[in-house]
Structures are given as structure tokens and as C-alpha cells.
């Protein structure tokens, strides 16, 4: 299967839209534009358990190789605590709440006056 290039914000939709099929928790999406050459956005969100975690993170890689030929850098995943997906224009990281909120991604790519964008 081919890649089907998508623009970086619809890619961020359809990742959304996965994350919110399989009830991920407290998603929040950052704008990495003019702030990082690594990707235009980033996605962080929870999942209750270390199975769900692996879960989300399965699902979300399988429907972009399926529905869009893209293929995903997945790391982390034999752990189940956090994994993080590069999706090449998106960054995806999919924590235990614990884990989240240990390493508080969010307060170092938010500066004190951007506000994180719920999904």
C-alpha cells in the first residue's frame, strides 16, 4: 500500500479521532510550529491501565498503516507505561496517568501563556 500524504493538520484530526474511538484520556494537542523542527504537533493523552496504553498506541499505528500507508517509529511499547509514536509530522505520546504526570510534557512544551488544546 502506497502512503497517502496527508497535510499535517489532517493527520492531527485523524489521530484525534483514533485516540477518541478508543477512549484515551485528557487529550491535549500542542502547536510545534515555530518552536520545533521535529514535527508540527504533538499529542499527549492517558490511558487507565498499561493494556490500554499498548491499546491506543496499537490501534492508532495499525489504522494509519491501513487506511494511509504510513508507517510509524513506535517506542516504549514493551513497557506499557508511556509510548511514544512519531508519525513523522505528529508526535504521539500515550502515558499511564502516573507516568504523565511524573514527566509533565505538557508544562515544558507550554510556555506560561499558551494554553494546552483540548481534543
Known amino acids: 500500500m ?10 492531527l484530526a485523524e489521530i ?4 477518541d474511538d478508543d477512549q484515551a484520556q485528557e487529550v491535549v494537542q500542542i502547536d510545534l ?13 492517558s ?3 498499561s493494556r ?3 491499546s491506543i498506541s ?6 494509519l498503516k491501513h487506511d494511509f500507508g504510513r508507517l510509524c517509529k513506535v517506542e ?3 513497557g506499557g507505561d508511556w509510548v511514544l509514536i512519531d508519525t513523522g509530522d505528529v508526535i504521539v505520546h500515550v502515558f ?6 511524573f514527566y509533565q510534557l505538557e508544562k515544558m512544551w507550554l510556555g506560561p501563556t499558551d494554553a494546552p488544546g483540548r481534543a
Not at 16 to 19: A, D, G, R, Y
Not at 33 to 45: P, W, Y
Not at 96 to 101: A, K, S
Open 96 to 101: 499511564r496517568p502516573e507516568v504523565r504526570e
Open 16 to 19: 484525534l479521532k483514533s485516540l
Open 33 to 45: 510550529r515555530g518552536k520545533s523542527e521535529m514535527a508540527d504537533f504533538m499529542v499527549i493523552c
Open 58 to 63: 496499537d490501534k492508532l499505528v495499525d489504522r
Open 2 to 11: 502506497s502512503e497517502t500524504r496527508l497535510q499535517p493538520d489532517a493527520l
Open 47 to 49: 490511558g487507565r491501565s
Open 76 to 78: 516504549g511499547k514493551d
Open 52 to 54: 490500554q496504553v499498548a
